[in-house]
């Protein structure tokens, strides 16, 4: 997937005003429209251009691609980093899907997750409720094994009187619950939108999800850990202790394992009503034959064993 230049697309510098944006997209839009453009890949033009001013005309929209942006050149092979977009709070306002409008797989991959809104949503009146907010937060694994409260500092998009995108932060201390997991959702009642009148401001929703740990991966309430083994004692069995999110536990392994054979430890994932498992993988690690009397003994392992590890793919 190739990264998209949106403001190139829509011939403006990045430090474009709204206004100007705005200019440029009509310019464009008439430019382009099939129904009355005469050039060949109009179509394809005018798709383009309404995907590139649907992002650049939302301020909220604007400031996440701005942030990404900066590290990435048009055409470039680009996948969006993990939590490209954590610490940006969003409003309910332009949340339409890609697909509604047909928009590129780059555009999904960026915004799609905008798609689903919880909670209300503002009406219309004198005294509308205020709308919800949202926003991604990246938090450790042991913070859903113990708990824990944690200051956040999350980013929101404003208009300047000139029509430029700033962003200012704000602090909260959040509670994280015990046993959280990715792609859940913490709700903080009136953090969201202001209110009009003497209505209820609205509610901010925080999706969680985990920062990347150098020893653990997460499936839903599962985690996985890499373990490190010598060759003697996959092939002899030990008992190994294992450095887990919960605290380490002494492991069994059995004898004659073979690298990648999974050992299950139940109920030691992440907590929960139904908690999830450790899933321990083994992992052989030969040693160096980095001296004279260890290439002897790797020698000796060689006239010792008829062993061919290709036995079965030369059959």
Same mark, same amino acid.
């Given at each position: 997937m190739e990264f998209k230049d949106y403001y190139k697309v829509m011939g403006v510098e990045r430090t474009a005003t709204q206004d100007e944006i705005k200019r440029a997209y009509r310019k464009l839009a008439r430019k382009y429209h099939p129904d009355v453009s005469s050039e060949k890949d109009a179509e394809s033009r005018f798709k383009e251009v309404g995907e590139a001013y649907e992002v650049l005309k939302d301020p909220e929209k604007r400031a996440a691609y701005d942030e990404l942006g900066s590290q990435w050149k048009a055409g470039q092979d680009f996948r969006p980093p993990p939590g490209w977009d954590a610490g940006f709070e969003f409003s309910e306002a332009g949340r339409g899907r890609a697909e509604d409008f047909g928009f590129s797989d780059f555009f999904e991959a960026l915004y799609g997750r905008q798609n689903a809104a919880a909670g209300g949503r503002s009406h219309p009146g004198m005294h509308a409720r205020g709308q919800d907010h949202h926003a991604r937060v990246m938090v450790e694994i042991e913070d859903s094994y113990n708990g824990s409260s944690r200051p956040i500092t999350l980013r929101m998009p404003e208009l300047t009187p000139d029509g430029h995108v700033v962003t200012r932060n704000r602090s909260l201390n959040v509670r994280i619950p015990k046993g959280i997991r990715a792609g859940q959702q913490i709700r903080l009642a009136g953090q969201g939108g202001a209110a009009m009148g003497a209505a209820?401001?609205?509610? $901010?929703?925080?999706? +969680?999800?985990?920062?990347?740990?150098?020893?653990?991966?997460?499936?839903?309430?599962?985690?996985?850990?890499?373990?490190?083994?010598?060759?003697?004692?996959?092939? $002899?069995?030990?008992? +190994?202790q294992v450095k887990a999110p919960a605290g380490s536990v002494d492991l069994k392994v059995p004898a004659g394992s073979q690298a990648g054979k999974k050992l299950r430890l139940k109920g030691r994932g992440l907590p929960g009503k139904t908690p999830g498992d450790l899933y321990v993988v083994l992992k052989i690690v030969i040693p160096p034959a980095d001296s004279e009397q260890a290439r002897a003994a790797y020698r000796q392992m060689q006239q010792q064993f008829e062993f061919n590890p290709r036995a079965e793919t030369e059959a």
């Open positions: 209820q401001a609205g509610d $901010l929703y925080l999706e +969680v999800q985990f920062q990347p740990h150098p020893r653990y991966t997460v499936d839903g309430g599962d985690i996985y850990l890499d373990l490190p083994i010598a060759p003697w004692e996959a092939a $002899l069995g030990a008992t +190994v």
